[in-house]
């Protein structure tokens, strides 16, 4: 039981006729569900994937992604997920730091792995498609006459489980490793911290393969007995369909998504009874667009969360009251289970008022860097995690993030946390989407400079942003310089990628 595979067998055990995984057309109960990862399982077994190897699993989201990741956990091997939108050498880095002697890819990315195999980036790796790829196994074919006998092998929560990659925001990703113990205890903090419940139906829109929707959601839900309804990417106006007609009561997603959501012109009148809980995260969401939420869905309890991968991604959070007293907030206390200091640069808590970096501790933290031991040491340090995030602590005791340690902005000697400045620029009506980022001044030693993608059919100058602006933050925090731009750097959660910014400015400009 205390596996990630082995919540799936109790909960099939405890209520094996629920409805367990929806995807499109095709429904499993929770039966169903746990004999079809024992025939994937017995697959992956007959072709060496032993207890301790490590399986990449490149694929959007779907059933047969669900149903690998278990499979990959009943065998005990290590489950590395990879974005599948990621080029040959992206993927060419993530299999040889991990180390992966299995690939499980779906037909979505064939066009990239076969480029990979071509160029002997996968070597003698065992490589299975989801589907019919020709050229390659087809895993789920393999499975489809095989009788449903469990693989048993032993697996204890000491044993690792996954390995999932940082977002890599601020340069290469790191793997943080994580056992069935800490993937559990994450599982139990988010159940709580959340308010899950035996019965709920969660709808899986963020991409299963990162840490917030695989962690947040499907794992726990399992745990808990959740139907999971998933969707193999973000519509906006399917996902309203579908929170209306499966009766969701739990969602969780990116800020971009619920901004995309608010556009929807017929959201307030959709029947939207059964939606319980909106959490979202994984990026700063703009205070206007969370007032805009509790508005629009007075019912739906919105919860805010601010956490990191490393942590499982445990974290902070605000709950319903707290989201509504204090949109612009990032969280108010550590997520059940979890502790969180904030500290100036000599480790002491920073006074109310204050700017410090945000550190965490809980059984929910990862092991540490896979194979990166001074990575490790620099980012645990007395078992406290050092997440790198700068947030203020203030007098009422809320936490907003205002920085990535690395992406503060000093012009003129002055601190400018770039968070602030892209909820001012934000707000204009003409704004779709914005970041604010550094570039080197002379004289400052740094300039702000405003990277804004317009809504269509309107212009901003820079002299217009910057009066908008100074009505919300002060002077000397406001940009010196527009760039419009097609679109936003961003990974899959929505985090900024600064450095990627920076650089195509460089390139602009050179």
């Excluded at 929560?157 to 113990?181: C, N, V």
């Excluded at 956490?307 to 612009?328: H, K, L, Y």
């Excluded at 997440?387 to 007098?395: E, H, N, Q, S």
Aim: with cysteine; aromatic share 6%; proline share 5%.
């Amino acid at each position: 039981m205390a596996t990630i595979a082995g919540t799936l067998r109790a909960t099939a055990g405890r209520v094996p006729d629920r409805e367990a995984l929806i995807f499109g057309e095709t429904r499993y109960t929770y039966a169903e569900l746990d004999a079809e990862v024992d025939r994937v399982a017995g697959v992956l077994a007959d072709h060496g994937l032993r207890r301790g190897d490590r399986l990449a699993l490149m694929a959007t989201n779907s059933d047969r992604f669900v149903i690998t990741f278990y499979a990959c956990h009943r065998l005990g091997a290590i489950l590395v997920p990879v974005n599948p939108a990621s080029a040959v050498p992206e993927l060419e880095y993530l299999l040889h730091d991990s180390g992966a002697t299995v690939v499980v890819f779906d037909p979505a990315v064939e066009a990239v792995v076969r480029t990979a195999a071509e160029a002997g980036v996968l070597g003698s790796r065992q490589i299975f498609a989801t589907a019919r790829v020709e050229g390659f196994a087809d895993l789920f074919a393999l499975a489809a006459d095989r009788d449903a006998i469990p693989v048993e092998v032993g697996v204890g929560e000491s044993d690792d489980a996954q390995i999932l990659y940082t977002s890599g925001t601020t340069g290469a990703p790191k793997g943080a490793l994580f056992d069935h113990h800490r993937a559990l205890w994450d599982a139990f903090s988010c159940s709580a911290t959340c308010g899950m419940a035996d019965g709920d139906r969660f709808l899986h829109v963020a991409p299963l393969y990162h840490a917030a929707e695989l962690c947040i959601m499907l794992i726990p839900g399992t745990m808990i007995g959740a139907t999971h309804v998933v969707h193999s990417g973000f519509d906006p106006a399917k996902v309203l369909d579908t929170l209306e007609k499966e009766r969701i009561t739990m969602f969780f997603g990116v800020p971009t998504m619920y901004q995309f959501l608010l556009r929807q012109p017929d959201l307030a009148e959709r029947d939207l009874s059964a939606w319980r809980t909106g959490m979202f995260g994984a990026a700063p969401m703009p205070p206007s667009a969370v007032e805009q939420l509790t508005t629009i869905l007075p019912k739906v309890n919105f919860l805010q969360m601010c956490g990191q991968t490393e942590a499982g991604p445990s974290g902070i959070f605000s709950n319903r009251d707290q989201v509504r007293e204090r949109p612009d907030a990032s969280g108010r206390q550590a997520m059940i289970m979890t502790e969180c200091r904030v500290v100036d640069a000599d480790g002491n808590e920073v006074a109310p008022g204050e700017v410090g970096e945000l550190l965490l501790r809980g059984e929910t933290l990862m092991k540490g860097y896979w194979n990166k031991p001074e990575a490790t040491a620099d980012t645990i340090r007395d078992g406290w995690l050092h997440t790198g995030d700068l947030v203020r602590l203030d007098p009422d005791g809320y936490m907003t993030l205002v920085d990535r340690l690395k992406d503060m902005i000093i012009t003129g000697g002055r601190n400018v946390y770039s968070v602030e400045v892209e909820h001012a620029i934000a707000a204009h009506p003409a704004v779709l989407d914005c970041a604010a980022i550094s570039r080197p001044h002379l004289e400052y030693g740094e300039s702000i400079v405003a990277v804004v993608v317009m809504r269509d059919g309107v212009t901003l100058t820079l002299d217009e942003l910057r009066e908008f602006c100074r009505e919300r933050i002060s002077s000397y925090k406001l940009p010196h310089d527009l760039v419009i731009t097609d679109s936003i750097d961003r990974n899959p959660s929505g985090k900024i990628l600064k450095h990627r910014l920076r650089r195509r400015l460089d390139q602009t400009t050179s």
